[in-house]
């Protein structure tokens, strides 16, 4: 299906890829249908993009990729709300700011959103009870994580060359 975004322009979802919030997301309570854009300016940040208001698109990121030794503590009643006990058909996202100034962007790690890949299921939980930051600075990881894929990408195909050609 097509969409229109105010973010993106036109954009094809798959439908299998919708995500659905049954309890929609805190400020979003009324929206509870979602899909995950993908842009590739912005990668490795992905948008959250409400399928019924296209003027919302919320950024978000693996918080792995920010913060390597970020853990999650989740309630089995929180588990039940996506339909799941398993991590292996998890994943986790956190809700970014991105203000003007980029190199003031944060990563919201107290609350992350779980969705279960498999029955297309998303709750964004609250970890209220870990001391975590609601606005984490994600600039330098961000820019770590681009020029280490830079670089690779980069010196990838000819180190590739170089070690057998050895």
Known sequence: MEINTTRFGNVDINEKSVITFPSGLPGFADLSTFAIVKCEQTEPIQWLQSMEDMDISIPIINPFLIKKDYEIEVSDDE???????????????????????L???TVNLMAPILINVNGMLGVQIMMDYKPLPLRYAAFD??????????????????????????
């Open 79 to 101: 588990l039940d709300i996506i339909e799941s006990q398993s991590e292996e058909e998890m994943i986790v996202l956190n809700i970014m700011v991105l203000p003007e100034d």
């Open 103 to 105: 190199s003031k962007m």
């Open 141 to 166: 990881s961000l820019m770590k994580y681009y020029n280490t894929n830079v670089a690779s990408k980069e010196v990838g195909p000819d180190a590739s060359a170089d070690a057998e050609g050895k």
